[in-house]
Structure formats: C-alpha cells, structure tokens
C-alpha cells in the first residue's frame, strides 16, 4: 500500500512530499533499487536525481551517483528543442521503460491524480533538462554536477490518443515551480500538436492547479490572437492559430467574459487585459521543434 515518506532527498536537499507513491511495494532486487535495502515509511527516501532510480541508504547514493550513466553519459533520446539555457528531449516510454517508470513514482509525490507509475510502454516522455542547473537552496550536501545538464520537469504523452489528448500529465519539480516552466511545456505540447496538423487538449479531469495553469496559458494566448487581428475572428480561426481544440477555446473565452451572450462578439478590450504582468516563458512555434 503506498505510504508517504517522511522526506525525500534529492539534488541535495530535503523535500516534503505531498502525495503517496508506491515506492514500497518495490522488492528487494528491483532494477529501480540502487541497494537490495527494504525500506519503511519512516526512512528519508533518497533519489538520484540524474536516472530517478531510489534507496534509503545515503552512502549508497553517493557511490551510485558518482557512476550514474544517465549523469554521465547524458539521456538517450532526441532534442526536441533548444535554447540558451533548456531543452526539451523526448524519450520513448517502451524504449526505456526503467527510467520512465522511475520518474513517474518521483513524480507521484507531488500529483494527486497520476496513475501511470508502471504502464509508461504507451506513451511518450518529454524532459525538460536544465542545461547549467543552480544549486538548489537550502543544499545539505554537494552532488556531481553533469554537463549533460539535469531534468528538473517533464510532461507525458499518450502515443495514440482517440481523443487527441496531447498531453497526460505535466510536472515542473516543486523546487522549480513559479519561474514559468509549466508554462513552457504547456506551449511546447500546442506546438507539437501544430506541428502534427492536430489540435490538442489536455487529458481530463484537469487538477485544480492544472486548470490554474491551462486557464493562464490559454487566456493569455487566445488574447494574444485576438488583439493581433485587425478583422474579426472566429472559434475554429483561434484554434487553428493556436492548437487548443475548439470546446477548450470555447469554454476559455467563456470564463475570459470576452463573449456576447450568442457568441458571436470577441471583446477585445477585455482580452487585453489577460495581456498584462510578466510573460517569463518563451513561447515555442511549431518551426522551432525537431
């Protein structure tokens, strides 16, 4: 039964988890154990943050990392896009499932409703890695740095979704958050949907702090589209611009209150409003992924 453990160490410092994951059900001999040592929910759980692979032994850890092949040798997957400082590499779940699977039970303990921990065959992964990562305040210890650059996010995608889900499930590590990653990988799935010749939506139900941040991402770029244009728009014209799938256009502009009551009127007024404070993400276009 998966039980919270009291903390987590990772890149060198000591983290609460929020959620449950089902580290303990993992047996002894695991490949995703770094020692055979069974561990209980009063232990601190220590994870490499380079291969997401875990123990309960700290010394264990030192010596794993030290020869970590992710940490040394970098990620086997291709570069989907790049700039001065991250890129985003996708990785095929059925190609390596160990990593993946390891990533999703980190994962776990900071969302409510994930549920892939051990069925990752099915989908795609794309990492955002950091390529000159900070020290992390509040650091206990020094980890190896790796000039491979480290993950410190990532979302998932289902190979073949019926319901032309772009994206399953998205995370920026806690400690990474509030600095407009989220918003990058949001802006990374619309322009590989563009890219496909697809419109796209996230996979339902949203959490309260998914639809937090899809409400931010869409207004803003709905916004955006609207006030750009000199001659009236339509629902299907804003969607095919941006890739987000007509009903979420609709039911955005809706909460936006940029609408008449018969739909048929854009306040642009009002859509410029969701224009203001900082844009802290660099919005990616479909030319821009590999």
Request: glycine share 6%.
């Amino acid at each position: 039964m998966p039980v919270i453990p009291s903390q987590v160490f990772f890149a060198g410092i000591l983290i609460t988890p929020w959620y449950e994951s089902p580290y303990w059900a993992k047996k002894p001999g695991s490949e995703s154990l770094i020692s055979p040592l069974v561990p209980s929910p009063a232990d601190i759980l220590c994870v490499c943050h380079f291969c997401f692979k875990h123990t309960v032994d700290p010394k264990s850890l030192a010596i794993h990392i030290k020869q970590c092949p992710a940490r040394l040798n970098g990620l086997e997957g291709a570069v989907r896009w790049t700039n001065e400082r991250y890129r985003i590499v996708e990785i095929d779940g059925n190609e390596h499932s160990l990593f993946c699977e390891c990533l999703c039970l980190f994962a776990k303990l900071f969302l409510e409703n994930k549920a892939i921990c051990c069925s990752v065959k099915t989908f795609d992964f794309f990492l955002l890695v950091d390529t000159t990562p900070d020290h992390l305040p509040g650091s206990i210890a020094h980890i190896p740095d790796s000039r491979h650059g480290q993950v410190i996010g990532y979302f998932s995608k289902e190979k073949l979704s019926w319901d032309d889900y772009n994206l399953a499930c998205v995370l920026v590590f806690p400690f990474y958050q509030q600095k407009g990653l989220g918003q990058l990988l949001i802006s990374f799935s619309y322009a590989l949907s563009l890219k496909e010749g697809k419109l796209g939506s996230p996979e339902k139900p949203l959490s309260d702090l998914g639809r937090h941040s899809y409400f931010k991402y869409m207004s803003r770029v709905i916004a955006d589209f609207i006030c750009s244009q000199s001659a009236s728009v339509s629902i299907n014209d804003i969607a095919s611009a941006t890739g987000i799938c007509q009903a979420d256009v609709l039911s955005t502009l809706t909460d936006m209150n940029v609408l008449d009551t018969d739909a048929r009127y854009l306040d642009k007024k009002t859509a410029s409003y969701f224009l203001s404070g900082p844009h802290d993400y660099p919005a990616i276009r479909p030319a821009q992924i590999s």
